[in-house]
Nanobody, 125 residues
Framework: QVHLEESGGGSVQAGESLRLSCAIS????????MAWFRQAPGKEREGVAA???????DYRDPVKGRFTISRDNTQMTLYLQMNSLKPEDTAMYYC???????????????????RGQGTQVTVSS
């Protein structure tokens, strides 16, 4: 079993930055693929970014060039650095973890084994 706990959300102005963290406990984290998802009010959950155990990353188009996903296997923590935030980035952000699987990089909701409770990010114009 894996437990995920996000932190770092908040309310910011457009153009500002936030760094989200996800503390992982439980199973062997270093082997897992990890991802961030988000869900805005009235919208479906969508993938944001993902990283595998070798550090390979993938990003969805809306955040490419602005967000950076990283992981610290020693500290068992996943990060999402979000720069140049826009109002459309407003959402609940969730981290997710899964044992390795081939399509991890597609960042499809529901394909990861574990998910945290989320942290709210609000960006005002």
């Amino acid at each position: 079993q894996v437990h995920l706990e996000e932190s770092g959300g908040g309310s910011v102005q457009a153009g500002e930055s936030l760094r989200l963290s996800c503390a992982i406990s439980g199973d062997t984290y270093s082997n897992y693929v990890m991802a961030w998802f988000r869900q805005a009010p009235g919208k479906e959950r969508e993938g944001v970014a993902a990283i595998d155990s070798d550090g390979r990353t993938d990003y969805r188009d809306p955040v490419k060039g602005r967000f950076t996903i990283s992981r610290d296997n020693t500290q068992m923590t996943l990060y999402l650095q979000m720069n140049s935030l826009k109002p459309e980035d407003t959402a609940m952000y969730y981290c997710a973890a899964s044992r390795p699987f081939p399509s991890w990089w597609l960042i499809i909701p529901g394909t990861y084994d574990y998910r945290g409770q989320g942290t709210q990010v609000t960006v005002s114009s």
